[in-house]
């Protein structure tokens, strides 16, 4: 099975992990666990955009290094910090003061 195919298959983060033999920490996973795969998943798509054609050992070998850096740029405290939060617009919810109608 090729790698793009068997990753469909896994059916969480922590599967990943097991999948490329990467060490984490549960804690880190705990409250970062959307940032380490976007970080993971940007570097997989940049590899896949610069070397197209790596056999599928080496992209193995590739895709397991960029997980293990995107959770080791989380598990440093100092540097967990720097999340960069999206920009919503206006924002999903508005919240206003709710003043009842007086009774005449």
Request: proline share 7%; net charge positive.
């Amino acid at each position: 099975m090729r790698l793009a195919e068997e990753l469909t298959h896994l059916d969480c983060a922590e599967d990943l992990f097991a999948r490329f033999g990467v060490v984490f920490d549960p804690r880190v996973m705990a409250v970062h666990r959307l940032h380490v795969l976007r970080r993971f998943g940007i570097e997989v798509q940049r590899m896949e955009t610069q070397s197209p054609f790596m056999n599928e050992a080496e992209r193995d070998r590739r895709y397991g290094q960029a997980l293990a850096d995107a959770h080791a740029h989380f598990a440093n405290p100092a540097r967990s910090a720097e999340v960069p939060l999206p920009r919503l617009g206006r924002g999903l919810v508005q919240i206003r003061s709710h003043r009842p109608e007086r009774a005449p």
